[in-house]
């Protein structure tokens, strides 16, 4: 997750959205997996390995997505629209965890 942030705020929502990814589907997508393709999607601009499965159980069409970051003109800008996005979705689910957890 390093390697995606330049802030602590930023490393903070990739730690809420790898808890909400945890609390949804557990060991079933592992967040090594998926922290390592949204690495590799931003360096790349097309989604790779566990981020396409994070996108496609959600209801997001990985097409439509690639076609997001196509519009990204660097690096930083696709980060923070794989992160917006996955921290969108799956907010709630980290929420509802630690409030269970608690």
Known sequence: MAQLTTNE???SQWTNIC????????????????TEAA?????????T????????WAGISEDAFNEKLAACNTEAEREELIR???NGIYSEA???YEKNNA
Do not use: R, W
Not at 19 to 34: C, M
Not at 39 to 47: I, L, Y
């Open 9 to 11: 705020q930023e490393l």
């Open 19 to 34: 808890q909400g990814v945890y609390a949804t589907f557990g060991a079933s997508l592992p967040i090594e997996g998926l």
């Open 39 to 47: 690495n590799e999607t931003a360096k790349v601009g097309q989604v």
């Open 49 to 56: 390995g566990g981020l396409a499965d994070a996108l496609n």
């Open 84 to 86: 917006e996005t996955l």
């Open 94 to 96: 980290a929420a509802n």
